[in-house]
């Protein structure tokens, strides 16, 4: 049996990790065929299967929480189970994220500096990190139609 909080204690520095060698990939090319596939697949998946024990094993702690308003979101979430699973839902999908945005921007030639502000914006933020991204990803675009 997982205990959550122990969960929640690991996971933290092993997604932190991810996120590290995401950025050091950006400015060091031969770290990356190495923090890419840490930070895209291997650290997610180690979440995912902890995020999956988690569920399992408090899924009849549940109780009347749900998906269907804001209150059954808060009981669903006053389980423990159920907390440190959602926390390592972000840590996983954030990361898979920032991973994809390293990835796709060093392909597209996005200057690394300009990719930096995203990574910790999609790690804290997920969805503001993921917005900027997409928006210097447009601009280059359309610049390097132009030109």
């Known amino acids: 049996m997982i205990d959550p909080s122990l969960a929640f204690s690991f996971a933290g520095p092993l997604a932190i ?5 995401l950025i050091a990939a950006s400015f060091i090319r031969t770290a990356r065929p ?3 596939p840490a930070a895209q697949i291997l650290i997610p998946a180690i979440l995912a299967c902890l995020y999956a024990l ?7 702690a549940f109780g009347d929480g ?3 308003s804001l209150a059954e ?7 423990d189970h159920a907390l440190a699973a959602g ?8 990361l898979f994220v920032g991973a994809w945005i390293a990835r796709d921007g060093a392909e597209r030639a996005v200057p690394a500096l300009l990719i930096l502000p995203c990574l910790p914006l999609a790690f ?3 969805p503001a990190g993921l917005l900027l991204y997409l928006a210097l990803r447009w601009i280059f675009s359309v610049a390097r139609k132009e030109s």
Do not use: E, T
């Open 17 to 21: 990790a991810g996120w590290l060698g």
């Open 34 to 36: 190495y923090a890419w």
């Open 54 to 60: 988690l569920i399992w094993q408090g899924r009849s």
């Open 66 to 68: 749900g998906f269907g």
């Open 73 to 79: 979101v808060r009981a669903l979430f006053a389980n």
């Open 87 to 94: 926390w390592l839902h972000y840590l996983a999908f954030d």
């Open 124 to 126: 804290l933020f997920g």
